[in-house]
């Protein structure tokens, strides 16, 4: 390295003799552009422009940048003939620049003060850029300035830029009683250089002072008309704060109207806008109010800081002229700026969004939802959407969503994994299972054919649709001999050495294989609320042999099941053994005879029928809310010639054999959980079939207790009932609810339902189940710190959801689970032997579900529910009370506010004198307070 710098010294040191000793870059600025022109040719460089700048530049850089190669090169150029070179100019003499520039100043005419002045004006001029014509033109702007400064102290004023004069006047102001004179700087027209250099100074004083005195009167003029204008009183302003303004108004402003004190000014913006804060600049004033903005595809407004930037001086005219203060166009038009902009940001903020939760499928309320999660603590108090916020507002929303976006690939998965439903059951795939239909009408001997062939089997499963139909199976087959179980919901009577099992059909093990599998009821596949239960059967059951009976209407959907199985399909069809008639007429209550089963559709019509008929007939009652021992007894009673008629819902229609002769609707339209309706075909001939049951009366009748009933039930008796139409509904078991927990790593017992529920197809006729019951148990339990499979045994409990006694229990259960604590069952206090009202009695009815629900957890956890035999106990008791309630002619019904007595069947739940007391007069109006 010091090798090349010594080199390039030399060759520095050299080029200088060619140029007068003057270095390379001062030296080549004097070569032509001829010359230069031909160096580049020599070096070999042809893209060089022609013109002396560019030729002048390019070799100055070549020179410093270059190696020694090509300075060698330009030196051996230059060194070929000293006279070879043209020159644009030879080298002027190196003078001082002092004496440069006297040299010039006797070229000019220039004083002694104005030769000081250039001297001082080109103290940093390099010499050589020093000539007579920048003297010349620098001289001629001293003189001008000199004038100037002349001109400016004869006239006390300063010329600005634009060759106006500013002068300072005193002007008279009076007003309110007050005389004050305050200083004001005024300015003249412009008069331009030109005008001010031809002319003499004495003829520019006497013009500019005319100008100054006119220019003085009339400003003194608009103070005056100003004042006389301002009204005695003033919209805004208070005569002091008139003066005051007018006192403390600066000498010079760029509004044409006086300025107000800022915090005055404040609180008149005040009257007409909700101010934050503001800021009062030369030509504006910057307020900023609170606003509001509701967010696209949201509920949300968002509150933000709008900046309204008011011109001052057309405020500042209005004020002093008290108008009203409208702001409306600013506020919209800065509205309009600012959230445009936010629009378009936010835009192109979702769409990055979207793009990274593609696999979501979000709506666009939902993808904004979570875009605003992310946005909104970042954007603060303002609409500011930067590119900044932005980034990190993408960041913040692909970190959110990331796990449910992993957990959504995991759904399709699972989707894939279990979208064949009958693989879901191995045990029953691995065997040759028959399927045999038994179909007809009620009264048929479908069931009677099926029991049959169960107690032919050497091993067998009968599922039942209730708990009483399964405790009759289970007596029916040790009746005949057979050792069985009972496994029901709430009771699980073991024989180890059962061969038979007779259980609900939800209690169905499908790891427990057996030769014959009796489904009862196969009808309730198009249940909307179990009809899971059924299809899980019918394509789970471990049997070599499946018989179903049911109803003719089921036929299609189970030819549909069979085939989506691939299973071979016997169709048994029976014939009604009794006949069964319709009555032209409706029978009225004085005319009803014994044997006679009345039927309603909710528990309160049951308890009212019963006190209307228990005048003329002992009666038994049977509906659902009753526990099944009771229904039982009170289906023993009639049918042993207890009580004379029977008063039931269409919880009789199932399985219940009784010797009933007719049977009388009380009405033909239910409540079917989701609307009124008129009865179905179906149902109707379900009920009826109870009638004239084989072996008991010769004959069935079927009629109503008026004729608007009696229409509806004629107008559909004979119809054919509703095919049950497919998809079925199915629902997971444990197993699979086990699956699903796995693999999207989820606890949450309501997210897996969820999921099942909305997500799964099946390349079979499903759907995955209506489980809106047990949605609403696994809300309840995922409340609590349990593993997923404590979780399921919860939700899957017969749980009322409408009573809150029954909700209490259960979650005071579920703790005592959550902490592992022992539950010990209290028995109920229970005031008399029979109930005297009909809330009394639903308290009863509640306490043993409670029971029931009880007895259900003590088989899932026995180490916890250890008073289960407390709890039968306490069942027997509460049984007995409702038994004896509902043997008593009837019930006191009471006023639901003050408990007083009602009349006997009141259609009203109050009294008259809380209706008047609360409904009328000063009280309530319509469910309003006046």
């Known amino acids: 390295m010091g090798h090349k710098n010594k080199k390039n010294s030399k060759l520095n040191h050299r080029i200088k003799q060619y140029f007068d000793g003057d270095p390379f870059d001062v030296g080549v600025e004097r070569v032509s552009a001829e010359t230069l022109s031909e160096m580049f040719s020599t070096l070999g460089i042809y893209d060089i422009e022609h013109s002396k700048e560019v030729l002048v530049k390019a070799a100055r850089m070549i020179w410093s940048e270059a190696d020694a190669g090509y300075r060698s090169d330009i030196l051996n150029f230059f060194a070929r003939d000293n006279k070879f070179y043209k020159l644009d100019r030879e080298k002027e003499p190196n003078?001082?620049?002092?004496?440069?520039?006297?040299?010039?100043?006797?070229?000019?005419?220039?004083?002694?003060?104005?030769?000081?002045?250039?001297?001082?004006?080109?103290?940093?001029?390099?010499?050589?850029?020093?000539?007579?014509?920048?003297?010349?033109?620098?001289?001629?702007?001293?003189r001008f300035e000199q004038k100037r400064m002349r001109l400016e102290k004869a006239l006390d004023g300063i010329f600005d830029t634009d060759d106006t004069l500013e002068f300072n006047a005193s002007l008279h102001y009076i007003l309110y009683g007050q005389s004050f004179y305050k200083i004001l700087t005024l300015s003249t027209k412009a008069?331009?250089?030109?005008?001010?250099?031809?002319?003499?100074?004495?003829?520019?004083?006497?013009?500019?002072?005319?100008?100054?005195?006119?220019?003085?009167?009339?400003?003194?003029?608009?103070?005056?008309?100003?004042?006389?204008?301002?009204?005695?009183?003033?919209?805004?302003?208070?005569?002091?704060?008139?003066?005051?303004?007018?006192?403390?108004?600066?000498?010079?402003?760029?509004?044409?109207?006086?300025?107000?004190?800022?915090?005055?000014?404040?609180?008149?913006?005040?009257?007409?806008?909700?101010?934050?804060?503001?800021?009062?600049?030369?030509?504006?004033?910057?307020?900023?109010?609170?606003?509001?903005?509701?967010?696209?595809?949201?509920?949300?407004?968002?509150?933000?800081?709008?900046?309204?930037?008011?011109?001052?001086?057309?405020?500042?005219?209005?004020?002093?002229?008290?108008?009203?203060?409208?702001?409306?166009?600013?506020?919209?038009?800065?509205?309009?700026?600012?959230?445009?902009?936010?629009?378009?940001?936010?835009?192109?903020?979702?769409?990055?969004?979207?793009?990274?939760?593609?696999?979501?499928?979000?709506?666009?309320?939902?993808?904004?939802?979570?875009?605003?999660?992310?946005?909104?603590?970042?954007?603060?108090?303002?609409?500011?959407?930067?590119?900044?916020?932005?980034?990190?507002?993408?960041?913040?929303?692909?970190?959110?969503?990331?796990d449910e976006i992993i957990k959504k690939q995991r759904q399709a998965l699972l989707a894939r994994t279990i979208r064949d439903f009958k693989n879901l059951f191995p045990i029953a795939r691995d065997m040759r299972r028959k399927l045999t239909l038994h179909i007809g009408p009620t009264n048929s001997g479908k069931t009677y054919s099926a029991m049959k062939r169960l107690e032919q089997a050497d091993t067998g499963y009968y599922l039942a649709p209730l708990r009483l139909l399964a405790l009759e199976g289970y007596e029916g087959l040790k009746a005949e001999g057979i050792e069985a179980s009972l496994i029901t919901g709430e009771e699980q009577l073991i024989n180890e050495d059962a061969t038979h099992i007779s259980s609900t059909i939800e209690m169905l093990n499908f790891d427990v294989d057996v030769d014959v599998c009796v489904i009862d009821e196969v009808q309730m596949l198009d249940d909307r609320d179990r009809g899971w239960a059924w299809a899980n059967a019918i394509i789970g059951a471990p049997a070599k042999e499946i018989i179903m009976t049911g109803s003719s209407n089921v036929k299609a959907a189970v030819i549909a099941l069979a085939e989506y199985l691939g299973e071979e399909l016997e169709i048994i069809e029976f014939e009604r053994k009794n006949p069964l008639t319709l009555l032209e007429f409706p029978i009225s209550s004085k005319d009803v005879e014994e044997s006679t089963a009345i039927i309603a559709f909710s528990r309160k019509d049951v308890l009212r029928l019963k006190q209307d008929f228990s005048r003329f007939f002992?009666?038994?009652?049977?509906?659902?809310?009753?526990?099944?021992?009771?229904?039982?007894?009170?289906?023993?009673?009639?049918?042993?010639?207890?009580?004379?008629?029977?008063?039931?819902?269409?919880a009789i229609a199932m399985g219940m054999n009784l010797p009933i002769k007719t049977i009388l609707f009380s009405k033909a339209e239910k409540f079917d959980g989701i609307t009124q309706r008129n009865l179905f075909p179906s149902e109707i001939l379900q009920i009826s079939g109870r009638a004239g049951r084989y072996g008991m009366k010769e004959e069935g009748f079927v009629g109503a207790l008026d004729m608007d009933t009696l229409r509806i039930i004629k107008k559909?008796?004979?119809?054919?009932?509703?095919?049950?139409?497919?998809?079925?509904?199915?629902?997971?078991?444990?197993?699979?609810?086990?699956?699903?927990?796995?693999?999207?790593?989820?606890?949450?017992?309501?997210?897996?339902?969820?999921?099942?529920?909305?997500?799964?197809?099946?390349?079979?006729?499903?759907?995955?189940?209506?489980?809106d019951d047990m949605l609403e148990a696994a809300l309840i339990v995922d409340g609590f710190d349990l593993d997923i499979a404590t979780k399921y045994h919860l939700a899957c409990a017969p749980l009322t959801?409408?009573?809150?006694?029954?909700?209490?229990?259960?979650e005071s259960y579920i703790l005592a689970l959550e902490k592992k604590l022992p539950v010990i069952y209290t028995p109920p206090f229970l005031v008399g032997s029979f109930a005297g009202t009909t809330d009394e009695l639903l308290r009863a009815e509640d306490m043993v579900k409670e029971i029931s629900l009880y007895l259900w957890l003590s088989y899932r956890f026995k180490d916890y529910f250890i008073d289960d035999e407390k709890a039968r106990q306490a069942r027997g008791v509460l049984n007995k009370y409702i038994e004896e309630s509902l043997q008593q002619s009837h019930f006191v019904q009471r006023c639901r506010i003050c408990t007083a007595p009602l009349p006997t069947n009141s259609k009203y739940s109050i009294c008259q004198s809380c209706f008047k007391k609360n409904y009328t007069g000063g009280g309530y109006r319509r469910g309003k307070r006046n």
């Open 95 to 142: 003078l001082d620049r002092s004496e440069k520039i006297d040299a010039m100043l006797e070229e000019l005419d220039a004083s002694s003060e104005e030769a000081v002045l250039l001297h001082d004006a080109f103290m940093e001029v390099r010499s050589k850029k020093i000539s007579v014509a920048k003297l010349e033109s620098k001289l001629k702007h001293i």
């Open 191 to 402: 008069y331009g250089d030109e005008y001010i250099q031809n002319n003499e100074d004495d003829e520019l004083i006497a013009k500019i002072s005319d100008d100054k005195e006119k220019i003085v009167k009339a400003k003194q003029d608009e103070i005056n008309a100003f004042i006389k204008n301002l009204p005695q009183k003033h919209e805004y302003l208070t005569h002091k704060e008139i003066a005051t303004a007018l006192r403390a108004s600066p000498p010079k402003a760029k509004t044409a109207y006086p300025l107000i004190k800022e915090s005055v000014l404040e609180s008149i913006m005040s009257t007409a806008l909700d101010v934050i804060d503001m800021e009062l600049h030369d030509e504006e004033l910057l307020v900023r109010i609170d606003h509001n903005f509701l967010l696209p595809h949201s509920d949300i407004n968002h509150n933000y800081i709008l900046e309204l930037h008011i011109e001052l001086n057309g405020l500042l005219q209005d004020i002093w002229e008290s108008k009203t203060l409208n702001f409306s166009a600013v506020i919209e038009d800065a509205q309009k700026h600012q959230e445009e902009d936010f629009l378009l940001a936010l835009d192109d903020l979702v769409k990055e969004c979207e793009h990274y939760a593609t696999l979501l499928h979000l709506s666009d309320k939902e993808l904004h939802k979570k875009v605003y999660v992310a946005l909104l603590d970042r954007l603060g108090a303002t609409l500011n959407l930067t590119p900044k916020i932005a980034r990190k507002t993408v960041r913040t929303f692909v970190r959110d969503t990331h």
């Open 618 to 650: 002992s009666v038994s009652v049977v509906y659902g809310n009753l526990s099944p021992e009771v229904r039982r007894e009170e289906a023993r009673r009639f049918r042993e010639g207890d009580t004379q008629i029977l008063i039931a819902t269409d």
């Open 716 to 771: 559909n008796f004979f119809k054919e009932p509703r095919e049950i139409s497919i998809p079925f509904n199915v629902m997971a078991n444990l197993e699979h609810i086990k699956l699903v927990s796995s693999i999207l790593e989820e606890n949450s017992l309501s997210e897996i339902l969820k999921f099942f529920v909305e997500n799964m197809e099946f390349n079979g006729p499903f759907r995955a189940s209506n489980l």
């Open 801 to 810: 959801l409408k009573s809150p006694y029954i909700v209490a229990s259960f």
